[in-house]
């Protein structure tokens, strides 16, 4: 019989409704997985075992008296440590918000908990979600489960991995420039960035507020979109949600392609992409193509800018948004002579290298004399991008590319440098400054045995017509590996 | 200050009396125990995001009509990033382009002339937190610790800023008076100086009378009070031409008012002073101001201050009167109705400028607690007009109104103030006061006419007040045959 901690949402949601197993029993099994994969992984940073089983158990109760909530009534999920958890530790993996526990809920984990959700523990991420590996958790490093010689990709590593060995049936994450789909490419899991305002982002701690979307992790397609139904839709504590209702994602997974225009972006197919990554995208829209689709060749000439447009803006609006943490209200407090002092003295000690860094090169970004210069460009670039997006999707239906240029690299890798970091969200970026919608599914394994993901790009509020796409490409590629630390040699020693 | 001219501009904070703060559910500070108006919004806590007021919109958007703006369409919101413990996310949000407010005006009238002030820009934002600097002068930097409170945090602030176009401390006090008023007129805050819930600041600079170019300025802050902003003024005035009579040249810097000595002291200096960093706040969409919404509010607007007091004047008020009138819109209402109703604008101007509101300081009342009805004064008007009260008893009856006592002619009746105008009485009384003075009836049929106001004296006392003085005169006259 297969764990329950390996069965999707839809299976497990199904086996709650007919009484097969409860809820407390799916979050043993996934808390029992996490016991023997966590010593190694080190996907979550906190496991909320006492609240877990009272969500777990409340599900139980309801179901027994005939009150089921929804698909996710009793699923187990995780949360990445930068969402707020009333009551449950919230550090954004830093060490100025170590022991800090806020007295709210984010929208999204309040939305989770009314559909009956079962939450069981905040996850690892590069420290305020500024990474692609999940090194820079003031925690220690989250392991990739296919090998854990090398990183889970970032900044929602911890989500993607926890999720991948299945000591979560999904997770949300935030995507602020690729940090839910790189790593659930590299994770070999399905990964996906809602519209800007799709999804409110109250309750967040805010990286850069332009870009940061949440967004749901899964081992489906189907899965991604029964959580992120969930969780879309106005609210009314983020001014930037979109008041429209959600589009109706959900119902598009078995249409099909047939008739649907394609472009492969150009630009993403090649200087910089590994081969073999290119050759399973090549296969994974080859297949689109014998499925009915037509496919096409794109260009997005701008797109070339888009990392240097991200390194300015998403550091400029970083300086602004991690000022608060001065040691006055909350989190860590170094003393000084003087409240400034203190305050220098907090954030000097409180934040990682690669957070100084940002608020450093945003701070100078946004400085007299050379805004124009840097911030201002960045916006033009902005609004290109932007325009290259839309005159692409007056020809295509959807855009893809290789979520990411790489497989997992290994652990210190690229720590050192970090400009080959950056690089590692030259595709992703795009879509967060043109505020659309994008998805990865893996499609297929390197011969190192470690997973590639596609990228499945869509106009802003297009989920649709994203997860049409998406749930053809996840039954073209009929991925059905599973990660070396979720096999069971591992489970069963 | 002769061959000297000082060049003056003004920028003024209020704050908005919303029922809840700018971006969060909040209840605007009344007093509270400190930080129990807070939440995770004004609080600046990880993951908050900021909503605007509909309310605070409103309200600067009245101010803005009120002092004759351009409101913009599309108005958009900035982060001002700066460190500073009682501002909770260490930026505040603010506007920088596209005010919601632009290119206004404010006429006002100084020693009988007429002077417009432009106005820059009217632009809403967030207020900070209070500190409580504990173990020092009142200053961060020597404070052995230091209190927040983040129950301001977060109130509607709405900054003016004028061009410089004051030219003298007087007329930026009248300038600081008139946008007192009319802030207050339109209902949107309290505007008290004292509490902080209006604040100035002035920019000065001097130069030579007849030149054009602006001098090296100076910002002053804390002026507690409209005296108080035209004493800063005044001084930072002498100061900076002393500066500059003796050879040395002014510094641009932040001075603060010390009320006490009287004079302003330099707190920093253009150098040490913060490059802000604005750019333009990501969590919150431009601010959409249609046309619709506009005109609503502009129709909404009440008497402004200047076309009250142009009615006030029309009714008969002087220039004084008017502007004491305006100041407090109670008064000015009920002088409107008894003029209207027929009492005489200069007898019930005076009453209600003077004799009540000098009640209401005595009793430590506010005057709209105090005030007659307007029954009342048209009642007490009419009897000084009938001549049944002399303008000394009008103002005893006003008094006994004023205490409780009932209406003006009971209260006259009850004190015996009602004067005698029948004219057999009185020619009685004058009979009895004549034949009493044979030696003066003589002097003033000799042609003295002095001594008529020594008998007009006898026959009031012999009245006990009471009589018209007039009446009085007028009998003696014919009966002594002056
Ligand atoms: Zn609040």
Redesign the pocket.
């Given at each position: 019989m297969t764990d329950l901690a390996d069965l999707t949402i839809s299976e497990a949601s199904r086996g709650l409704d007919d009484g097969r197993f409860s809820a407390r029993e799916l979050l043993e099994a996934v808390l029992r997985r996490a016991t023997v994969t966590e010593a190694q992984l080190h996907g979550y940073l906190t496991i909320d075992r006492e609240g877990a089983f009272a969500a777990a158990d409340a599900a139980d109760r309801r179901r027994a008296a005939g009150g089921r909530r929804g698909p996710l009534d009793g699923i187990p999920i995780a949360l990445k440590d930068n969402l707020c958890t009333r009551g449950v530790e919230t550090t954004c993996a830093s060490q100025i918000l170590a022991g800090y526990v806020p007295p709210y809920d984010a929208t999204v984990v309040a939305r989770l908990r009314e559909a009956g959700a079962v939450a069981v523990g905040k996850t690892n991420l590069d420290e305020f979600a500024m990474g692609s590996s999940t090194e820079n958790s003031a925690y220690g490093p989250t392991r990739n489960p296919w090998d854990p010689e090398r990183v889970p990709g970032g900044s929602s590593g911890g989500s993607a991995a926890v999720v991948a060995v299945g000591s979560a049936f999904a997770a949300l994450g935030s995507d602020t420039g690729g940090s839910i789909r790189q790593p659930a490419a590299l994770c070999g899991i399905v990964g996906m960035k809602p519209t800007y305002g799709l999804v409110s982002r109250y309750g967040l701690v805010a990286f850069a507020s332009s870009l940061d979307q949440i967004g749901p992790l899964a081992r489906t397609v189907e899965d991604a979109a029964t959580v992120l139904a969930a969780v879309a839709g106005w609210d009314p504590h983020d001014a930037t949600s979109h008041p429209e209702e959600p589009p109706a994602f959900h119902r598009s997974l078995e249409r099909g392609v047939e008739g649907l225009r394609i472009g492969v972006v150009a630009e993403l197919m090649g200087a910089g992409i590994d081969p073999e990554v290119l050759a399973e995208t090549r296969a994974a829209v080859d297949r689109l193509a014998a499925a009915g689709a037509e496919v096409v060749e794109v260009g997005l000439p701008s797109v070339d800018y888009a990392l240097s447009a991200y390194y300015l803006i998403a550091p400029a609006e970083c300086s602004s948004n991690l000022a608060r943490f001065d040691g006055v209200r909350y989190g860590l407090r170094v003393e000084g002579g003087t409240a400034e002092e203190m305050m220098a003295r907090t954030r000097a000690e409180g934040f990682g290298a690669e957070v100084i860094r940002r608020i450093l090169l945003g701070t100078y970004a946004l400085s007299a004399g050379y805004y124009e210069a840097f911030y201002g460009q960045a916006q033009k670039v902005r609004t290109l991008i932007r325009r290259d997006f839309a005159a692409a999707y007056e020809t295509v239906d959807v855009l893809v590319s290789p979520t990411s240029p790489t497989t997992a690299f290994r652990l210190g890798e690229r720590a050192s440098d970090p400009l080959a970091m950056y690089y590692s969200d030259v595709c992703t970026i795009p879509s967060n400054l043109a505020g659309d919608p994008a998805i990865s599914v893996p499609i297929g394994l390197d011969s190192r045995g470690l997973p590639i993901g596609l990228q499945i790009m869509a106009p802003a509020l297009g989920e649709e017509v994203l997860f049409q796409v998406a749930a053809e490409v996840e039954r073209g590629a009929g991925f059905a590996a599973r990660p070396r630390l979720a096999s069971s040699e591992v489970m069963e020693p | 200050m002769t061959g000297w001219e000082a060049v003056i501009g003004i920028e003024t904070h209020v704050e908005l009396q919303t029922r809840s703060?700018m971006f969060?559910?909040?209840r605007v500070d009344v007093g509270d125990e400190p930080n129990t108006?807070?939440?995770?919004?004004?609080?600046g806590l990880p993951g908050a995001l900021p909503v605007p007021n509909r309310a605070a919109i409103e309200g600067i958007v009245k101010i803005a009509t009120a002092l004759g703006c351009v409101v913009n369409e599309r108005s958009l919101f900035y982060r001002k990033n700066y460190f500073y413990p009682d501002l909770p996310k260490n930026y505040q949000i603010s506007q920088y382009t596209y005010p919601v407010g632009e290119h206004g005006r404010l006429v006002l009238h100084v020693d009988g002339e007429e002077l417009a002030v432009g106005i820059t820009r009217v632009h809403m934002e967030e207020d900070t937190g209070k500190s409580l600097h504990v173990g020092s002068g009142g200053r961060i930097q020597e404070a052995e610790h230091t209190l927040l409170d983040f129950n301001r945090s977060?109130v509607p602030l709405v900054e003016i800023v004028t061009e410089p176009d004051l030219r003298t401390p007087e007329q930026a006090r009248a300038y600081g008076a008139e946008l007192q008023r009319i802030v207050r007129t339109l209902g949107v805050s309290d505007a008290r100086l004292e509490e902080g819930s209006m604040r100035f600041d002035a920019n000065v600079s001097v130069r030579r009378s007849g030149t054009s170019e602006l001098g090296v300025r100076t910002e002053i802050k804390n002026m507690n009070s409209l005296r108080s902003l035209q004493r800063a003024i005044a001084f930072e005035i002498g100061r900076q031409v002393e500066v500059l009579e003796a050879g040395g040249s002014v510094v641009q810097e932040t001075r603060h008012w010390n009320e006490a000595e009287g004079r302003t002291v330099a707190m920093r200096s253009k150098e040490e002073s913060e490059d802000y960093r604005y750019f333009q706040e990501p969590d919150l969409l431009p601010l959409e101001i249609d046309e619709a919404w506009r005109q609503r509010i502009a129709a909404s607007l009440p008497r402004l201050p200047a076309a009250r007091r142009a009615e006030l004047v029309a009714l008969g008020a002087d220039d004084r009167t008017a502007t004491l009138l305006v100041d407090t819109p109670v008064l000015a209402d009920r002088f409107e109705a008894a003029v209207s109703r027929g009492a005489p604008a200069r007898t019930v101007g005076s009453w209600l400028t003077g004799e009540i509101v000098a009640y209401a300081r005595s009793v430590g009342a506010d005057v709209e607690e105090v005030v007659p009805a307007v029954e009342d004064l048209v009642e007490l008007a009419g009897m000084v007009e009938a001549a049944e009260l002399s303008a000394t008893a009008a103002k005893q009856v006003l008094a006994g109104v004023l205490a409780g006592e009932g209406t003006p002619r009971g209260v006259a009746e009850a004190r015996d103030l009602l004067q005698i105008s029948d004219e057999g009485a009185l020619e009685e009384a004058v009979a009895a006061v004549l034949a009493d003075h044979p030696d003066v009836v003589e002097q003033i049929r000799a042609g003295e006419t002095k001594p008529i106001g020594f008998l007009v004296g006898r026959v009031m006392r012999a009245t006990g007040g009471k009589a018209d003085p007039r009446k009085v005169q007028e009998i003696i006259r014919r009966e002594a045959g002056a």
């Open positions: - | 703060k969060c559910g909040c108006a807070v939440c995770p919004v004004c609080l977060g």
